[in-house]
């Protein structure tokens, strides 16, 4: 009996050919390999690539997001490449330097670019930068926010409702983002 419409959080991942380096012979891959194209609901297109240090998409907008490090990146020079597809399917390429980023200011895609730049990768760190994205009601990953007012505002709604776990996993990474910046400023 053949197991099939297995899916990956509402994506359904192709199959893609990949070439053997050593033997030069292609063979198929699935779900962990190269890029991957999917399709979401509503038709929404959107572009998540594996070697990409984040990547993340909004089944709504349809729009994607990758980042990687520039070719040239530093602890000193601390350029990162945002490449995806815009709300309209439009492919993108962004040069961020985390070094400039102001949280008082920014889109949801240079907070990203600061949870990278401070080693806030995991998915927890990704859901607080979610749910300030969502208390503050943006419609774009590209839109301009006071990111870090709206993560204190949600900070304080965890402290209301006694979730103290991520009331204090949400003050660090907080915390986080204000050191880096505060350093990169000096």
Not at 54 to 59: E, G, I, L, R, V
Not at 80 to 98: R, T
Request: proline share 4%.
């Amino acid at each position: 009996m053949a197991i099939t419409g297995i899916t990956f959080g509402g994506i359904t991942p192709p199959s893609q050919t990949v070439q053997n380096k050593n033997t030069g012979q292609t063979k198929e891959t699935g779900f962990g390999n190269g890029v991957m194209k999917c399709v979401r609901a509503g038709n929404q297109e959107v572009l998540l690539c594996s070697d990409a240090l984040m990547s993340y998409a909004s089944p709504q907008t349809g729009e994607s997001v990758n980042i990687y490090r520039a070719e040239n990146y530093s602890k000193e020079n601390p350029i990162y490449i945002l490449k995806g597809l815009d709300a309209s399917g439009n492919p993108f390429e962004q040069e961020v330097d985390a070094g400039k980023i102001n949280p008082n200011r920014c889109s949801f895609n240079e907070l990203m670019v600061l949870n990278v730049e401070t080693g806030h990768t995991s998915p927890g760190d990704y859901l607080h930068a979610v749910a300030a994205r969502d208390k503050a009601g943006a419609r774009s990953y590209f839109e301009r926010m006071d990111y870090l007012s709206i993560a204190k505002q949600v900070m304080e709604d965890m402290k209301t409702i006694g979730s103290w776990d991520n009331y204090l996993s949400c003050g660090k990474w907080i915390d986080s983002i204000l050191r880096y910046c505060s350093k990169s400023a000096s």
